[in-house]
């Protein structure tokens, strides 16, 4: 599991004064790219020439509102791992240790000149494996 900390901004919510439904996403994906950065994979994960990994699907269920100046604290871990897709698990937590959000994200592995499915590669699955908590 890998653990960021942001800070919830001003230009994040709407004029209800919580946050944009849809900005959750960008909070998961720096906690996505945290995660990739850990397996130190660097550049070559999001620029590889062989393959990409778009997201197949995404949700999340919203439990408690987030407002400007909130301390969130973002986990994420790999709840899925098939041949050819991961399945990346989001815990959005405020400063009162509250559950906020919790969020999922599918990937899938395609050859980047076919749009094929592939499996995915060892050194990623390896990388993905130490943090299925599954």
């Known amino acids: 599991m890998i653990e960021i900390k ?3 901004h001003f230009f994040d919510c709407d004029p209800a004064d919580i946050m944009f439904y849809a900005r959750i996403f960008f909070y998961c994906h720096a906690a996505y790219e945290e995660l990739i950065e850990s397996m130190h994979l660097g550049f070559e994960y999001w620029l590889n020439e062989e393959f990409v990994a778009p997201i197949l699907n995404s949700s999340a269920k919203y439990l408690k509102p987030l407002r400007p100046g909130d301390e969130l604290t973002v986990r994420v871990s ?3 791992l098939r041949n050819s897709s991961f399945e990346l698990n989001y815990k959005c937590i405020n400063k009162k240790d509250e559950l906020c959000v919790e969020a999922k994200t599918a990937h899938i592995f395609l050859n980047k000149e076919t749009w094929e499915k592939i ?3 060892p ?3 390896s990388g993905l494996e130490k943090h299925f908590m599954g």
Do not use: E, N, T
């Open 119 to 121: 499996k995915i590669p």
């Open 123 to 125: 050194v990623i699955r």
């Open 78 to 80: 790999v709840s899925q």
């Open 6 to 8: 942001k800070k919830v």
